[in-house]
């Protein structure tokens, strides 16, 4: 099943890999059902026939795909529903803990372009700097009570 899965989707990259204008990355979006049909494939035992097994390290299905795209010269990015929709939920086979916290739409579509914009084979970049801004050093403060309200605990940070 994850060699097929594996196999379907990169001879799909493959076509885009051969158009004349290439993309610079691909975006993969897996279904659900995708992840959970090949993610632990590597530690499933037996297929639907007996003389049929799927299991092994070389079942890893994130590897065998980056290495199937590595092989048309074409970057790719994986994204899970979770990602970026907090109503999907992933199988507590699949991961230790399935309550995972999606994050704000902002940092999701900074973290997704700046990972695409890398993968495309540019440099992300910030604003220059004047020098002398670079030389200034800025200290935080905090303090807050203890519940019992007995303690003042402070924190310090440099920025």
């Not at 990355?25 to 993610?39: G, H, K, N, Q, S």
């Not at 899970?80 to 992933?90: Q, S």
């Not at 997704?112 to 670079?134: I, S």
């Not at 800025?138 to 519940?147: A, D, E, I, K």
Request: proline share 5%; charged share 25%; glycine share 6%.
């Amino acid at each position: 099943m994850t060699q097929a899965v594996v196999e379907a989707i990169s001879n799909e990259i493959g076509v885009l890999s051969e158009r004349t204008v290439k993309p610079h990355v691909v975006l993969v979006a897996l279904p659900i059902e995708i992840i959970e049909r090949t993610y632990n494939a590597r530690d499933v035992v037996g297929g639907e026939d007996d003389d049929e097994t799927e299991a092994g390290p070389d079942l890893d299905f994130r590897g065998l795909l980056k290495v199937a795209c590595m092989r048309l010269r074409l970057p790719i990015q994986l994204l899970w529903p979770t990602t970026f929709d907090p109503a999907y939920k992933i199988s507590r086979k699949l991961k230790e803990s399935s309550e995972r916290r999606t994050q704000d739409p902002a940092t999701i579509a900074w973290n997704l372009l700046t990972a695409a914009y890398y993968k495309a084979g540019w440099l992300p970049w910030r604003l220059a700097r004047d020098a002398q801004q670079l030389r200034t050093s800025y200290v935080g403060l905090s303090f807050h009570r203890s519940v019992d309200g007995e303690q003042v605990h402070e924190h310090s940070s440099n920025v």
